[in-house]
């Protein structure tokens, strides 16, 4: 085997350890939803991010490759989150909002490369 499959094998094992994971997690947080028998904005927020990891993997399994712009989603969810429910005090506050607005910057900045280069890519085929 060679080594480059060896790491691919070993990628998908641990992605799929990630889902499992993931999947149980979600069940825990589900049954803690099911027992209170109150849903929360924080409850939702915790599913979104368990969603996009979720989705993550699939991609992975479907491309073998993971978009940067879903690590950028999670990060987005989990410091509203962390902002929605931790006593911050105005600087803290305002920092982690300007960090949330600099990843969706960074969001606007993928979109808008891959629309340069999905130009380019039909300028070119249409030169052919």
Known sequence: MKPDEFIHKVETIFHWLIYGMVLFLFGQELLSMVKSGTIDLKNVL?????????????????????????????????????????????????????????LSLALV??????????????IEETEE
Not at 72 to 78: K, N, P
């Open 46 to 102: 915790t599913f979104f991010i368990y969603m996009e990891v979720m989705q993550m993997v699939s991609i992975f399994f479907q491309t073998g490759r993971i978009p940067v712009r879903y690590p950028l989603y999670i990060s987005m969810i989990g410091l509203a989150r962390y902002i929605s429910f931790e006593n911050l005090q105005g600087y803290e506050a305002l920092s982690i909002t300007g960090s949330i607005f600099l």
């Open 109 to 122: 900045g993928l979109a808008y490369r891959t629309k340069i280069v999905r130009n380019i890519q039909n």
